[in-house]
C-alpha cells in the first residue's frame, strides 16, 4: 500500500468521521484529540512521552476538574488489581498472585512530570491509575483546552493484556500504556480505577509517534503515515529509505477511534490481504512451527468474516484492520487486535472472529462496558458463534454453549445482574457468565420473543443509529421495540437487571368433546410469551403463539412449515392460562412449549406433556 493510498483515505474519513460527532436530541458526547510523542528505551522497557491534549466540552456543566487514566500503576505490588486478584474467590489464573511478586525492573508505572492547562500549571495529584486534576480554568459548555502532558512509564512484564515478553516471546504488548483522559458523559464522570477489566472512553483522533530501535516491526490502531520510511511490508509500492542512526520514527494517525493500540517485535512477520470493498487487512506474527501453517491460512477467514458482518451487521468505516500476534488471549482496540497466536486453526479463527466482532460492538459502538459488559460481550458472543457455524459447518444449536453456561450460573446461587459494575462482580465466573453467556442467551431469546427476521433487521438499525454515539440498553431496546412494533421494557427490566428465571410449564391437558383444553402454568418468576406447539399423530403441527399482553402485539409466523395461530394475550399476573385447541384429544401426540429452545426456561421438563391417550 502506497504512500498516497494510506493518506489519502485518512482525509475522507476525517470529512465524514466529522459529521458523526453531530449530537443527538437526547445525547451529547465529549471530544479529544491527541498528539502524542513516544521514545522508548528497550533495554530497561521504558519510554518517555509527551501529549497534547485538546479538549471539548459538549456537555451542559461546567468542568471545574478531569481526570486521566494510568493503567501501567495497576502493575505493582499492593495495587487494587494486585489485591483483587489474591482475593477474589476464583482469581484470573492469567494474574492471580503475580502482581505482588513483581521485581523492581517488571512493575509498570506512568509518572507524570509535567502537566499545564493552556500553557498554564495545574495541581494533579496521582491515586492509583488515576490521575486527579484541579483545573487552572473551569472548562464551560461548549468549550474547550489543551493539556500538554509530559511523563515517564516503565512497561510491566506481560502479566495481564499489556506488558513485555509475553508467553508467546513477543516483545511489547502495548495496551492501556498511555495517559488518557476518562470519559464524561450525562452520568458524570468515569474516573474508576484498573482493576482488571473493560473500559469506557471519549472518541477523538490519534497522532502518535513512536521512536524505537530500527529492528523493531510494527502495528497497531491507525493509519501509517511515513511507510517509506519504516519499510516492513507497509511501503509495497515506494521506494524504501533506509533509516539512518540506531533508531526509526513509526507514525500513525487513526481518526475518530477512542483507544490506541500497538504492539513491537523485531521477529514479526507482517502479511496482507484485502477484503472486496473493503479494508485491507494486515497480520503480524512470529513465524515458527507453531504459528506458519495456521497463520497463512488466517486471512482468507479474516476476509470472509468481514463479509458476512459487513452485510449482517453494517459495513466497516475504516481502511484497514490488523490482527496481532501479542498479549494474553484476546483483546480488541480500534482497528486491531491483540491475540495470542499459537493455536490450532478454529481456536485461531475463533478468537480473530470473536475481536473482529468487538469492532461493531464496543470499538464501533463504545457503550460503557464497565457498566454494560453484556452489551459488548454478549453481543459479540451471540453473533461470533453465529458466524463460526457458518464458517465451519458446525451442527447444532450455535448458542447450546451460552445456555449451558447461563443454566449452570442461574443454578449455582451465584448469578449476579448483567448490568452490574464488570469490576464489582463476586466472583470472575458470575462476571464471565452473566457478560458472555446470558448476554448471548439475551439476544438469541429476544428473536424468540421478537422473531430472528426482526432481530437481524434490529441489528442493523441499531448498527446505523447509534454507531459513534455511545448507546446505552435502552437505546437498544427502543431500536428493537420499533423494528417488532412490540413493547419490550419489560424484557429488559427482568432479564438484564434483576435475576429473575423463567419456567414455564404444561399443567394439563383435559378431553373435551371435540377438543382439548391446556392449561399451562408460570412456575418462575420471569414473564415471557409462549409459542406452544400441538404435534398430531398424523404428523401435522400447529403453533400457538401466546403473546404476553404487556408487549401490545405479537410476532409474525417464523416456521412455515406447520400451521400458526395467535391465541389471546396472557396477563403476566395470571399463574395459569387456559387455551383450548379445536383438536380431539386422542389425535394428539404431544404437546410442547418452545420446541426451538430458545426460551431460556430453567426446567424443560414440564415443557412437553407426553404422548397423550384417548
Not at 87 to 109: F, H, M, N, P, W
Not at 285 to 311: A, D, M, R, V
Not at 472 to 487: A, H, Q, T, Y
Request: aromatic share 14%.
Amino acid at each position: 500500500m502506497n504512500y498516497k493510498q494510506i493518506i489519502t483515505p485518512f482525509f475522507i474519513l476525517l470529512s465524514a468521521f466529522s459529521l458523526s460527532f453531530a449530537q443527538t436530541a437526547d445525547r451529547w458526547q465529549q471530544k479529544v484529540n491527541y498528539v502524542m510523542e513516544i521514545d522508548v528505551n528497550t533495554d530497561k522497557h521504558q519510554y518517555d512521552g509527551k501529549q497534547t491534549l485538546t479538549y471539548y466540552n459538549n456537555s451542559p456543566d461546567q468542568l471545574d476538574r478531569v481526570f486521566y487514566h494510568l493503567f501501567f500503576n495497576a502493575f505493582q505490588p499492593g495495587s487494587m488489581m494486585d489485591v483483587r486478584s489474591r482475593t477474589i474467590e476464583d482469581a484470573d489464573k492469567r494474574v492471580g498472585s503475580r502482581i505482588s511478586k513483581l521485581k523492581d525492573d517488571q512493575i509498570g508505572y506512568i509518572k507524570v512530570s509535567k502537566l499545564t492547562q493552556d500553557g498554564a500549571a495545574v495541581n494533579h495529584e496521582t491515586v492509583g491509575t488515576i490521575l486527579e486534576v484541579e483545573l487552572s480554568k473551569p472548562i464551560p459548555p461548549g468549550g474547550s483546552t489543551t493539556f500538554y502532558m509530559e511523563w515517564e512509564a516503565q512497561v510491566p512484564v506481560q502479566v495481564r493484556r499489556s506488558g513485555w515478553k509475553s508467553k508467546e516471546g513477543v516483545e511489547y504488548s502495548m495496551s492501556q500504556w498511555y495517559p488518557k483522559i476518562c470519559e464524561y458523559d450525562y452520568m458524570g464522570w468515569h474516573a474508576n480505577p484498573y482493576i482488571g477489566r473493560e473500559f469506557h472512553a471519549p472518541w477523538g483522533d490519534f497522532d502518535v509517534k513512536i521512536t524505537i530501535d530500527k529492528d523493531y516491526i510494527l502495528g497497531g490502531t491507525g493509519y501509517i503515515q511515513n511507510p517509506n520510511e519504516v519499510g516492513h511490508g507497509y511501503n509495497t509500492n515506494t521506494a524504501y529509505t533506509a533509516p539512518k542512526g540506531d533508531k526509526l520514527t513509526w507514525h500513525f494517525k487513526a481518526p475518530n477511534v477512542h483507544d490506541f493500540v500497538w504492539a513491537a517485535d523485531p521477529d514479526y512477520k507482517h502479511i496482507t490481504a484485502k477484503v472486496p470493498d473493503g479494508p485491507v487487512l494486515h497480520f503480524l506474527y512470529q513465524p515458527g512451527p507453531k504459528t506458519n501453517e495456521n497463520w497463512e491460512k488466517l486471512p482468507e477467514y479474516t476476509i470472509k468474516t468481514f463479509e458476512y458482518i459487513n452485510e449482517m451487521h453494517g459495513k466497516y468505516p475504516y481502511d484497514q484492520y490488523s490482527v496481532i500476534q501479542g498479549g494474553d488471549g484476546g483483546m480488541e482496540y480500534p482497528m486491531a487486535t491483540l491475540i495470542t497466536g499459537e493455536r490450532e486453526l478454529t481456536s485461531l479463527v475463533g478468537v480473530t472472529v470473536h475481536e473482529v466482532f468487538h469492532t461493531w460492538y464496543q470499538m464501533l459502538m463504545a457503550t460503557n462496558e464497565s457498566l454494560y459488559a453484556w452489551m459488548d460481550e454478549g453481543f459479540t458472543t451471540y453473533s461470533s458463534s453465529r458466524l463460526m457455524q457458518k464458517l465451519f459447518d458446525i451442527p447444532g444449536d450455535a448458542q447450546e454453549r451460552s445456555y449451558q453456561g447461563y443454566f449452570f450460573i442461574a443454578s449455582s446461587g451465584q448469578e449476579e445482574p448483567m448490568t452490574k459494575h464488570a469490576d464489582h462482580y463476586n466472583t470472575n465466573r458470575a462476571y464471565g457468565l452473566a457478560a458472555y453467556s446470558k448476554g448471548a442467551v439475551f439476544l438469541h431469546q429476544l428473536s424468540y420473543i421478537i422473531g430472528q427476521e426482526a432481530l437481524d433487521k434490529g441489528l442493523l438499525a441499531y448498527y446505523d443509529k447509534w454507531k459513534f454515539k455511545h448507546p446505552n440498553p435502552n437505546d437498544f431496546m427502543r431500536v428493537m421495540e420499533k423494528e417488532s412494533g412490540l413493547e419490550l421494557d419489560w424484557y429488559l427490566q427482568h432479564f438484564a437487571n434483576s435475576t429473575n428465571q423463567i419456567d414455564y410449564g404444561v399443567k394439563s391437558a383435559a378431553k373435551e368433546k371435540k377438543s382439548t383444553k391446556v392449561t399451562l402454568e408460570r412456575i418462575g418468576n420471569m414473564m415471557m410469551p409462549i409459542d406452544l406447539v400441538i404435534e398430531e399423530k398424523n404428523g401435522d403441527k400447529t403453533l400457538y403463539h401466546i403473546p404476553l399482553r404487556i408487549m401490545r402485539g405479537e410476532k409474525p409466523q417464523e416456521d412455515k412449515s406447520m400451521g400458526y395461530e395467535v391465541a389471546e394475550d396472557w396477563p403476566w399476573t395470571n399463574p395459569t392460562y387456559e387455551l383450548t385447541i379445536p383438536i380431539k384429544t386422542k389425535k394428539i401426540k404431544t404437546i410442547s412449549i418452545d420446541p426451538s429452545n430458545r426460551m431460556a426456561d430453567m426446567d424443560k421438563d414440564n415443557n412437553v406433556y407426553g404422548i397423550l391417550k384417548d
